[in-house]
Nanobody, 123 residues
Framework: DVQLQASGGGLVHSGGSLRLTCEIS????????IAWFRQAPGKEREAVAC????????YWVDSVKGRFAISRDNAVNRVILQMNSLKPEDSANYYC????????????????WGEGTLVTVSS
């Protein structure tokens, strides 16, 4: 079975940092682009960032550019989202997802999803 396990969420003050980890098993990791999405209460899910098969990266949310960094470690089937200078508006459930193509910001195209990890940033 394919499993994506997201972890690392928590409660931080504004300006703090968190490191989200997505551990992936059950698929050929190198063949998939891995993205992080987030969904805040009452809002639609949005694509945040993605790392492609060749470690190319894309950030779809302008407000996270320069603050978030996505990376992958193909040796251990893991994707990291390092989040710095966190703001209250970053509060959401964060999900990792895998797609058998290049990075894309359309959530319905993703093949596999993990459970969310909750990030709460207090002001």
């Amino acid at each position: 079975d394919v499993q994506l396990q997201a972890s690392g969420g928590g409660l931080v003050h504004s300006g703090g940092s968190l490191r989200l980890t997505c551990e992936i098993s059950g698929l050929t990791f190198d063949d998939y682009a891995i993205a992080w999405f987030r969904q805040a209460p009452g809002k639609e899910r949005e694509a945040v960032a993605c790392v492609g098969q060749r470690t190319d990266t894309v950030y779809w949310v302008d407000s996270v550019k320069g603050r978030f960094a996505i990376s992958r470690d193909n040796a251990v089937n893991r994707v990291i989202l390092q989040m710095n200078s966190l703001k209250p508006e970053d509060s959401a459930n964060y999900y990792c997802a895998a797609v058998f193509t290049a990075c894309i910001d359309y959530d319905l195209d993703y093949d596999y999803w993990g459970e969310g990890t909750l990030v709460t940033v207090s002001s």
